[in-house]
């Protein structure tokens, strides 16, 4: 009976062998560790830590954490303030971490293994570009350079074996020249190369962020000012290297390019990436939400004709595109219930009365019309129409609306111009008018 009663006690000590802890400096600028398993599809919560006096916190791992990719997320935003660690289900793993030096892991061999490896690799690295930079030509040492760098990355690839950071050693493996390049064919054939080694079915490299940041890096950062004709190329080169077979995980990491390239207001990209790759991708993977929101993306470039929509009162029908007698036409979809809306447009009345080449198209979203019969009459000087079922009507998803009061400045022939995102940005656009 001893003896059972002496495992009741050693089981749950076993069961929690394993935690993952860590220390964030300075201890004033953070409260909380949260702990994220990672999936390719995102991130499920594992559960917080939260930091004592001098930054110090742990988070027990039980037997239910399985190995893989996980996050701690330590700020907000959370897509902006996480890393991502390695666990084996073995060991425990320990960090430091501060925004000057980032993480430093100091306990669990796949994390510091990983870490070794990317520092070595960076040597290197500088050693191959201070052999190019000072114009050395002579092959003996070149071939000593990559020399360093085959036996660095076989040693790793070694050491690696049978734990899971093996799979992105390999997958980070570096193109190796067989015989003396220039700077232009080596720089022509690590691009080449860039991509080559990864296998982007691996479940790990999906969680991880390993993928985003190879791709990313490959059309952002391996080219010096790239022209649009460029950028077409390397995400064609990147869209042509991911099967279809992986379709989420080429789904979303295309997806990722259309973002930056939507951030970066380049819409040509945003644009050629959704026409040649993404919709179908969307529509293969019964994505309805990216199907719109892509679509509405492009119906409502900068550049594009704005969508037609029929302009609906007492006097008379007609549709935005008929509109006429106005160099610059302002649309403007806004709701009587919304507080920010009414809030700005007498902000937006005011600002127009000196503009006679400016004419406004005010677009009500709303569930009935009563409010907002009363309210239009606040603003006798602009086109109204309305649209029912407000966040339900279809004229929301064509043009993507997620918010109101949202801006189009379009031309006479309803090229639009540009989009304001708030008043401020507003006002900037039309003091130019």
């Not at 606040?378 to 407000?390: A, D, E």
Request: with cysteine; aromatic share 14%; proline share 4%.
């Amino acid at each position: 009976m001893k003896k059972f009663t002496l495992l009741l006690f050693i089981l749950p000590l076993l069961a929690f062998s394993q935690s993952v802890k860590g220390t964030f400096s300075p201890a004033e600028d953070f409260s909380f560790a949260y702990l994220y398993q990672a999936t390719p599809e995102g991130a499920n919560y594992v559960n917080r830590g939260k930091l004592d006096s001098i930054g110090n916190f742990e988070i027990p791992l039980d037997s239910t954490i399985a190995p893989g990719i996980y996050k701690i997320v330590y700020a907000i935003p959370p897509e902006e303030n996480n890393f991502d660690f390695i666990y084996d289900g073995k060991e425990t793993v320990a960090f430091n971490f501060s925004y000057d030096n980032g993480v430093e892991f100091t306990k669990s061999e796949e994390n510091k293994l990983w870490n070794s490896y990317l520092n070595s690799m960076a040597m290197v690295n500088q050693t191959i570009s201070n052999f190019y930079s000072k114009g050395k030509t002579d092959k003996e040492g070149f071939n000593s350079i990559f020399k360093v760098v085959k036996d660095t990355q076989l040693a790793y690839e070694e050491s690696a074996n049978g734990k899971l950071v093996s799979a992105f050693i390999t997958a980070n493996r570096p193109y190796i020249p067989k015989q003396y390049e220039d700077i232009t064919t080596y720089s022509n054939n690590l691009k080449q190369h860039f991509l080559s080694q990864i296998d982007f079915s691996n479940y790990l490299l999906q969680s991880s962020s390993f993928l985003v940041d190879r791709v990313t890096g490959y059309v952002f950062n391996l080219v010096e000012n790239p022209s649009n004709t460029k950028y077409k190329q390397l995400v064609d080169d990147v869209a042509n290297t991911i099967s279809d077979d992986n379709l989420k995980i080429k789904t979303s990491l295309i997806e990722i390019l259309w973002q930056r390239f939507v951030a970066l207001e380049n819409h040509e990209l945003a644009n050629y990436i959704t026409d040649n790759y993404l919709l179908e991708l969307a529509n293969k993977s019964e994505n309805r939400v990216l199907a719109e929101t892509i679509t509405s993306y492009k119906n409502t470039s900068i550049g594009t004709k704005a969508p037609n929509f029929e302009i609906a009162s007492t006097q008379n029908t007609t549709t935005l595109h008929d509109l006429e007698g106005s160099d610059y036409y302002l649309l403007i979809f806004w709701s009587s219930g919304c507080g920010h809306c009414l809030n700005e447009l007498p902000k937006v009345k005011e600002l127009v009365a000196n503009k006679p080449n400016l004419k406004v198209v005010a677009f009500g979203l709303e569930e009935e019309p009563t409010k907002w019969t009363e309210e239009i009459k606040k603003y006798p000087n602009f086109t109204h129409t309305i649209g029912l079922g407000k966040w339900e009507n279809p004229i929301v998803k064509t043009y993507g609306i997620a918010a109101t009061p949202m801006y189009f400045l379009l031309s006479s022939s309803k090229i639009i111009i540009a989009k304001p995102y708030a008043f401020e940005d507003l006002e900037v656009v039309l003091k130019g008018l």
